[in-house]
Every structure is written in structure tokens, then in C-alpha cells.
């Protein structure tokens, strides 16, 4: 049953790439060429480190690990392999990695020709990738498996009555590297003692982008002295809220937006549905910046940079299936507000429990408390300084992971 949903879903993926879609095309074309980059770029007598992320966010939450293993052991080579398109496009030329191909699909067949090409010393999965045929063949061959900055929940398919068949798949993993007590607990409870509380990568991943964020001139000259809002990987309903909000109640301060998807149309509409006066980032070399109040970012990779120049923090997704990163806005000790789709993620619930991010179900919601904090300053203060020191103290994930894989029998 499973090789044959993996086989429908390749399929399926095939079909829509012939229909126009995008990510299919870029997927099925990406496993098509997959082999070929294998087989032409590895080169013989080399010992290798396999890290895997389904796409660019478990990408740079595994960054860190990538960076220090490569600096630690030289002697080995650093296959990284993504799945989504997203993340092989984004960082197919990532200098960090010896190799970046995309993993072929699950099949029995793909797994055994991809471990037997690769013959990977030690394997690192980022977060969560539980594909069966590659656990098997791994755990046949007995080569170390870890998984890292892992997050269980209650609600997992691995701890309920009906999972034994999923919670088999979790023993193919020679230590579980988590990010929290709960999920050792869970882990444990499922017959798991091979696990360690790490906390995650990613936090060391974001306290390096810190330590060198690009200074931005006219983004500078942008915001001036003035507060500013930076709302940054927005969905339609997060950028209409927050439209709403400018409309009818904005006190003064600046606002940059840099949404999750970059389409003209809708970037010249959220110009144009502004009372303020608002321009595109590729455009603003070419005016006076603070003569704006609105700046609608239209490329890609500035979000991390941008954070530094801002008061506050609005991170998207939340309204859907859930928010994208919010630690790279918490480590610059700025309060950061989000969507009720928050809770799969801990780093976000940690934030609101104690008091530098605060989540809201609608426009009421966000209009009260962001008002609270522009009216009264030591509590805006208080939330950043809260925010800034939960991202420092967890340093440290990726030291404790290289610790105890590299080192430990």
C-alpha cells in the first residue's frame, strides 16, 4: 500500500506538471535529473555525511550542523538532499554543502541504488522525514541515523492506538536528538531511551544571521527615527489586517512588508490599498526613502536583514496552516505578534508563555495589544528584552548533537 501511494503520488506529481503547475514542473523535472547529478558529480574513494531537509526551513534549522561538521571533520564530504522544490531552488548552490541533489522518490528501488551510490558513514534528518524505504534499507545496513531538533506531539500519528505500523519506522533512528522534555517523555513512553534534550539548531542558526545582518542604507533611511512595524512572509489575510489597521487607526509609524510569495499584481494592489504613501524596495534607491511610510519588499533573501530595523514584529502564516519563522525577528529583541495557528510550533508558544510574542485571533485582537505597546513603552521594552533573551539562551543545540554523534560509540 505504500509503495503504491508513493508510486499515485509521483504520478500525480507528473500530471500536474504537464498541466502548467509550477512546483510539479520544477519537482518532476528535479527527479528526473536526479540520477544523472548523482552518478556525474560523486567522485570516488570519498567519505560522506548524508543530511536530508524536506525543504529550506528544516534546511537552515539544519544549517548550523551542516556548517560545523564540515569545519570539525574535512575529512568527510557533506551530501545535503532536499525533497520540496522550494528548498533544492533556493539552495542548489549553497557553497556550505559538497553536494546538493534532490532524494528520489520513496521506493524500495530508489532507496537501496541511492544508499549504495552515496554510502553515507553517518545520516542526519532535519526536524521530521519518516520515509519507510529509507529507514529500512539504513537500518538494514546499520548506518547511524539521527534525527534532529525533532518536536513529538500527543497528537502525532506515532503515539496513538492505530500507529504501531509508524512507530516501527522510528527504530531505524539510532538517537533522536528533541527539542524539548515532552517529546523525550512521549519518545519514552513509546519505548524510546535513546533520546537527548538538545533543544534547537535553529536557534543558533538565527544568532549567526544576527552576528551578520546586512546593514540596509536606504532601509535605514527608510525608517529613520520613527517605529516600524516589519511584517515579514505575509499571507493575504495577515496583509489585510494589518491594511486595516494603517487605514483606519496607524499612529505615525513606518510599515515594510515582505509577503511569502512575490506576485506583481498583488504587491501593486497592497501598494495601492494603502492610505499612506507606499513604494516597492527596487524602487527606492531612486527617491527619497523618508518620504515614505510604507515599503513593500519585492525580492527574495533581505527578511533576515530587515528584522534589525524594526520595533516590531509581524510573522505570517499564522491564519493558515501555520507561521513561518519567528525567531529570526525575537533575536533582534523586538516583540513579535502572529496568527492563532501557532501552537505546533514550540518556539512560538515558549515566546508567548513568557511574554514576547503575542498571538491574535483578528483585528480586534491586534489593535488592542499593538496599541498597548506603541501607548505605553517600558511594556514594549519588557516584551523585546524577553524576546531577545529567549533566542540567546538557546545556543548551543548544534554543539551538544556533534557531541554526542560524532563522538559517542
Known sequence: ????????????????????????????????????????????????????????????????????????????????????????????????????????????????????????????????????????????????????????????????????????????????????????????????????????????????????????????????????????????PDTDLLVRYINTENKGIKWIFAPHELHDTQIDQLIISLKIKGIRYSQLSSVDPSGYDALVIDNIGMLSSLYRYGTFAYIGGGFGKGIHNTLEAAAYGIPVFFGPAYKKFQEAVDLVEQGGAFPIRNYEEFSKIFNTLLEYPEQLKQAGDIAGAFVASGRGATEKVIQKSMFSD
Open 1 to 236: 500500500m505504500y509503495s503504491f501511494f508513493i508510486y499515485l503520488y509521483s504520478l500525480l506529481i507528473r500530471l500536474a506538471a504537464l498541466s502548467g503547475n509550477i512546483k510539479a514542473s520544477q519537482l518532476a523535472k528535479g527527479q528526473k535529473d536526479a540520477w544523472d547529478q548523482i552518478t556525474s558529480k560523486l567522485k570516488a574513494d570519498e567519505q560522506r555525511i548524508w543530511i536530508h531537509s524536506a525543504s529550506v526551513g528544516e534546511f537552515e534549522q539544519g544549517r548550523p550542523l551542516i556548517e560545523k561538521l564540515r569545519d570539525q571533520f574535512p575529512q568527510y564530504k557533506i551530501v545535503v538532499t532536499f525533497f520540496s522544490p522550494s528548498g533544492y531552488e533556493l539552495r542548489k548552490n549553497y557553497s556550505g554543502a559538497d553536494y546538493i541533489f534532490y532524494l528520489p522518490f520513496d521506493t524500495s528501488r530508489n532507496a537501496r541504488r541511492f544508499i549504495k551510490l552515496i554510502q553515507p558513514k553517518k545520516i542526519y534528518f532535519i526536524k521530521y522525514e519518516f520515509w519507510r524505504n529509507y529507514l529500512r534499507v539504513i537500518r538494514q545496513q546499520k548506518i547511524p541515523l539521527f534525527l534532529v531538533s525533532a518536536n513529538f506531539r500527543t497528537d502525532q500519528v506515532f503515539f496513538q492506538w492505530y500507529g504501531g505500523w509508524y512507530r516501527k519506522l522510528l527504530k531505524s533512528f539510532t538517537w533522536f536528538f528533541v527539542q524539548n522534555e515532552r517529546s523525550q517523555q512521549l519518545l519514552g513512553q513509546a519505548g524510546f531511551n535513546n533520546v537527548t534534550v538538545t533543544g534547537d539548531t535553529r536557534f543558533d542558526r538565527v544568532c549567526s544571521i544576527v552576528d551578520q545582518a546586512r546593514s540596509l542604507p536606504d532601509v535605514a533611511q527608510f525608517v529613520q527615527d520613527k517605529k516600524c512595524m516589519v511584517a515579514g512572509s505575509t499571507w493575504p
